[in-house]
């Protein structure tokens, strides 16, 4: 757990403290060098430490200490469960995809989307050596592990529909990231469609035993929040915000320094790790146009598949702006 220290100043500044506590005001005061008085304890629902990478590189540097942040992470297997976490009033903020922000936005939910670490969008559907899967065709009548409700099966469901298939005429599998391997190699599935690092550990483990259909399908590296969060906590948030993207640096231009932050996290060797960030990209930023398309991308194949009904909601009001 980080924190920074804690001033204990004047008579003044123990009653200013004390009444942004009554006033719930989680902001840190400042003392006379400038420097946060009092940490602000944010609760992270954090997922994947390979692409949300930023908050260990913050960690490793001191970043968290500087901005006046206490961060307790809780690491999460989904966006989809660290978005619940969120929702249900076990986190302040989440790292999520917008599969999981569409379907808390039809679902009603008010969430804000304070802004994007990063993308990535070099997938692999992985097939049995012996299954005959060559394509995209192939995959009809074929079992398709996907960790439903998430981007594995929105990736995957854009990969059929833009080749044609019908993503009914393939049987789909709910599996956990962390079992994708295991269940292709038991023959339980034909094929997968993992993100990373599963996707280069199943190629590792499995080796001539896999056959990968490579394809294209950007995915947002999302941040969210609660708007009951952000506006009773705006300093906080900016502050979180700015830490945040002080890791892009380290991992743009010191990748190394940055993998041996976030390898142990990961569970990857750090040398794997960096040949797969050759594919992301890491920028700290508001969402944009391609965030709201993205989530409209979501939404239509949501509605398509049954999942979400109704009037696609006003995503770009969704967004934080700073």
Not at 61 to 81: H, K, M, N, S, V
Not at 279 to 300: R, W
Request: proline content about 3%.
């Amino acid at each position: 757990m980080n924190r920074s220290i804690r001033a204990t100043t004047s008579m003044l500044a123990v009653a200013t403290t004390a009444v942004l506590a009554l006033a719930g005001c989680s902001a840190a005061t400042t003392s006379e060098s400038g420097a946060p008085a009092q940490d602000a304890v944010v609760r992270l629902a954090a997922t994947s430490p390979m692409s949300w990478a930023q908050p260990h590189v913050v960690a490793n540097e001191g970043g968290w200490e500087e901005a006046g942040i206490d961060l307790e992470q809780t690491e999460f297997a989904t966006g989809r469960e660290a978005l619940q976490a969120l929702l249900g009033g076990g986190a302040d903020i989440a790292e999520v995809s917008a599969s999981n922000v569409v379907s808390a936005a039809y679902a009603g939910n008010d969430v804000v989307v304070l802004g994007r670490g990063g993308t990535w969008g070099s997938w692999n559907v992985l097939a049995d050596a012996d299954s005959g899967i060559e394509e995209a065709g192939d995959l009809v009548g074929k079992r398709v592990g996907v960790t439903t409700g998430t981007s594995s099966e929105i990736a995957l469901t854009s990969f059929l529909t833009e080749n044609g298939v019908d993503v009914k005429s393939v049987e789909l599998v709910n599996i956990s990231p962390a079992d994708m391997t295991s269940a292709l190699a038991s023959g339980s599935v034909d094929a997968v469609n993992p993100w990373q690092p599963n996707a280069t550990k199943t190629i590792e483990e499995l080796g001539d035993d896999v056959v990968a259909l490579p394809y294209d399908y950007t995915q947002n590296y999302l941040i969210g929040t609660t708007r009951a969060y952000l506006d009773e906590n705006p300093d906080t948030v900016e502050r979180f915000l700015e830490a945040y993207g002080s890791a892009d640096a380290t991992l743009t231009e010191d990748p190394g320094k940055a993998a041996a932050a976030v390898a142990e996290a990961a569970q990857i060797d750090e040398q794997t790790l960096r040949t797969v960030w050759e594919d992301y990209t890491f920028k700290t930023a508001p969402a944009d146009e391609a965030v709201v398309d993205e989530m409209k991308d979501v939404a239509a194949l949501l509605t398509e598949n049954g999942s979400v009904s109704g009037d696609v909601p006003d995503f770009a009001s969704m967004f934080h702006t700073w």
